[in-house]
């Protein structure tokens, strides 16, 4: 048994001591690989973790080997939302205990060999960092992408801030409740900063065709955009000269529509306010987000307003409604109901008791109108353009395109934060800082709970005079999601002194140019609608103003699976299943932690944990270190002179299958090939040469770093950094023995055993030297003959 924890020791102080994986930047071919970058949080890393970041690392130490200039940063996300809670329950300051978890983590990723280039780590709470993350922001305002709004967040008193949508879960009584904590949220009007990422949703959609994204995660975006082609309809309403405007994408089923459905906050009622139902009705939907109303579409709820609108196409009388399914900034906040086509309509009428016409008919691909007077019998393409045609030509309808996805809302009010380089003069004026604006050293950072920030109470911090006239700071603090949007730049822009480049400088730009966009980049999917979206957009309006030179931040996005508890169930404190990854690496060492993680199963799937499976690795770990020192310890088992070529094709074609292996990133199957071959080299009592345990240690560096170095350095060989991934030679591989059946006049009269590739009159002369075959053949003449390859040959005589 191998000493893995000297061996670890050893290797990972000469690494940070040589600087082994230092960023490179003199090959002309380039590889960015990224992992979403951690929060430090108090409980450390758990066994999840080191999945994606060996997945990313295995890339990181392959392409390095293949002549690659490799950036494989890491760093923090340290603001936000939990570290503050954490500060406000234990009574500690978030910015000390924030620095104790990072070192901390630091520790951790050491101890299990990952080849970051530790001069590229980045703090989210380093104002040489969120000094650029203000930055941006003011480019933001500057191109009217940000804007101060009133509207309707939500809004969790307990933790005295609103919530993004993202931030908020259903309870198990079907409550709103925030995600940390689980506190009541409701909905409230609040003044907040909000970003523009609407102007951008065409852009983000347009932009998943170029990128490597699996079909779900391209789906979750299409979906959370939420793009809809169709038309706006003008409703006039009964004695009235007003009229409402309704959203559709099939304007071709308005012969159908019976009713009109308008959002609880559609400007129509104002002025209705004063009817108890509708006013109660008002007040509960204030407590749902759209994601609660788009959820329970089952359960209809509504309120008739009591106002009647006329159906443009049938001078019809149909009535106008209210309901929570219906949202406010979709479209134009109405729809027409036309239950005879549409589900969600069809439930509201029955429900309600609303007339049902049925005006489809046919096959789903060739359906007609019925029941609508001179369009009767018109396909729905027809249909669609003759009665769009119509309403446009009568200025009662025009094309338009909707978008599910909402602006951003961007503040937070916390201490725990970027702040904004934001003030205001006595009358409300915004102005934007020059300098960057550092958060303040408070020591009572609880919620002020009047809807401000604890930012609020810091006077000395928060009023200011300039130039004989006073002014007052912006108190909301930036989300979590402000660094993580812009982050995987600064890496590229951070010097080996700390230091970073200008953002905006011409030596920043031709940095961006060698390294954007990320090649790979490895995380959670539940970062699929939030942080992937938020990052495009703003890389997205960076590169429209010119500070970078490609207008994707990722190019491929692999999102790994969960590792579950040994229980088969989500590993949490409360069920007591989790694997602290420290006692792991104590007792089986880390080389035997990556590699069994990396066995588990595909990258993607969901696996389970298993200590009888680990101890396995390690049993292996230990079975490679015997037999490599076998023949590092014994000269006369090397010998030239001694050549199995059964053995020189499995090494070749395991050089062959771990390279396609690992560029597939279908890591389990590396590990397999590695196995047969050490198995094989078991039995083997001499090597010709060193080379295929040389090659062996290196491919395996990727996946057991410490060991591979261990048993390289036992070979007399250079250090992994100084080597480089072994070619294959495919005239070495030994093709594998093929049967092939012969038959002649449809019956089988023979088989032969065919090894290597051969051409196929070859094939034919072996199958005819068969003496079986020669027997029914022997003085016929041969009509036909075929050959389908590696299978069969077939004669008729």
Known sequence: MYKHKE????????????????????????????????????????????????????IARYKRLNGYDVLHPIGWDA?????EQYALKTGHHPASFTQENIKTFK?????????????????????????????????????????????????????????????VIIDEKGNRVSERGNFPVIRKPMKQWVLKITKYAEKLLDGLDKLEFSESLKSLQENWIGKSSGHVIKFKIENSNQTIDVFTTRIETILGASFIVVAPEHELLNNLKSNKNINEYLEYTKTLSDRD??????????????????????????????????????????????????????DFALK???????????????????????????????????????????????EQISYKIRDWIFSRQRYWGEPFPVYFDENNNIYLEENIVELPYMENIKPSNTGESPLANNKDWLYFEKDGRKYKRETNTMPQWAGSSWY????????????????????????????????????????????????????????????????????????????????????????????????????????????????????????????????????????VEVIISKFSNDS?????????????????????EVTIAINTLKFNIAISKLMVFINSLYKVEKLHSIKPLVDFCIMFSTLAPHLSEELLEQLNQKQIKDQKWPNVDEKLIQNSIVKIVVQVNGKVRGIFEKEGNLSEEEIFTMALSQPNVQKFIDGHEIKRKQYIKDKIVIFNV
């Open 79 to 83: 603001f936000g939302l939990p570290a």
């Open 488 to 623: 995987f730049l600064a890496y590229i822009m951070k010097n080996a002194d700390g230091s970073y480049l200008d953002i905006n400088s011409k030596e920043a730009y031709q940095r961006f140019e060698k390294w954007l966009p990320v090649d790979l980049y490895i995380g959670g999917q539940e970062h699929a609608v939030g942080h992937l979206i938020y990052s495009r957009f703003w890389h997205k309006f960076l590169y429209d103003i010119k500070i970078l030179p490609v207008d994707e931040p990722f190019l491929k996005v692999v999102n790994q699976g969960m590792i579950l508890g040994p229980d088969g169930q989500k590993m949490s404190k409360s069920r007591g299943n989790v694997i602290n990854p420290d006692e792991i690496i104590d007792e089986y060492g880390a080389d035997t932690l990556r590699v069994y993680e990396m066995f588990m199963g595909p990258l993607a799937e969901t696996k389970e944990w298993s200590v009888e499976s680990i101890r396995g690795i390690r049993k292996w770990l230990d079975r």
């Open 636 to 656: 006369t088992l090397i010998n030239e002179n001694h050549k199995d070529n059964k053995f020189i094709s499995l090494w070749q074609s395991t050089i062959k």
């Open 7 to 58: 061996i670890e020791k050893k290797w990972q102080n000469i690494w940070e001591t040589t600087k082994a994986f230092k960023t490179t930047e003199h090959n002309d071919k380039k590889y960015y690989v990224l992992d979403m970058f951690p929060y430090p949080s108090a409980a450390g890393l758990h066994v999840g973790h080191p999945e994606g970041y060996t997945a990313s690392d295995i």
């Open 293 to 346: 109303r788009i959820s329970n579409i089952k359960q209809k709820t509504g309120v008739y307003t009591g106002i009647n609108a006329i159906n443009p196409m049938t001078s019809e009388l149909i009535p106008i409604w209210t309901s929570d399914y219906v949202l406010k900034n979709y479209g134009t906040g109405a729809i027409m109901g036309v239950p005879g086509v549409d589900e969600r309509d069809q």
């Open 352 to 398: 309600f008791n609303l007339d049902i016409k049925n005006i489809i008919t046919g096959e789903v691909d060739h359906e007609y109108l019925v029941n609508c007077g001179s369009y009767t019998g018109l396909d729905l393409r027809t249909a669609k353009e003759k009665i769009s045609q119509k309403l446009i030509n009568e200025h009662q309808a025009y």
């Open 107 to 167: 520790k951790q990723l050491k101890s299990l060999g990952f080849s970051f280039d530790w001069d590229k780590e980045i703090d989210t709470t380093d104002p040489k960092f969120y000094k650029w993350t203000q930055w941006i922001f003011k480019k933001l305002y500057e191109h009217n992408l940000a804007e101060i709004k009133k509207i309707d967040v939500n809004w969790c008193q307990e933790l005295g801030t609103v919530l993004a949508n993202e931030e």
